[in-house]
């Protein structure tokens, strides 16, 4: 299921370094990256759930992070929203801008949104979907700055990425109250220990 995940990246990065082979093929590689990510997405609501991890991204003190994945009811159902409108989005792209001399770049754009979104609902620790936000905020920017010589696409990028920093302010906030009551930012053990405070605080001592 990981390969779900990851075949838009893919289709981004082979797209933007190997521009010689023609705007159709690149356009087509886009597409059918997130069309094979969509039929991935639907065989995977039939499979049991499961926790892969690519390695251990880093280590601070107790907090270890590893790269990782969490398949579970609510992620593979998310994977399926995300593949189906992301689908829809790249379809209907391909018709609103036909005449569009850089559409497969705009194409290869939505497709390394898609990758962050798909990153962000299947992370299985906070850091992870932090990556997946900031993605997002990244490809956003990219997409309404797509036509960069109107001003109000500009304006609307800069809005954008404002937003993005507010979110970041508030998620750091958040991320850090989780640690500190629960000594550790991986979902699964946050699930576990969460019923056993029920009222959790902010800056609640290592030792209790």
Known sequence: MELLVFLPLFAFLFSLTHSFLGAYYRILLCVSSVGFSLIISVYSLFLPDSLFILGQWFTLGSLEINFSFLFDPLTKIMLFVVSFISF????YSLDYMREDPELALFMSYLSLFTFFMFLLVSASNFIVLFMGWEGVGLSSYLLINFWHTRVNAQ??????????????????????AIFFNYQTLDYLTVFVCAPFFPNPLFFRPANN
């Not at 829809?88 to 379809?91: G, I, M, P, R, S």
């Not at 990425?161 to 750091?172: A, E, P, Q, R, Y």
């Open 155 to 176: 304006k609307s990028a800069i809005k954008a990425v404002i937003v993005n920093k507010i979110g970041d302010v508030l998620l750091m906030f958040a991320f850090s």
């Open 88 to 91: 829809l989005v790249h379809l």
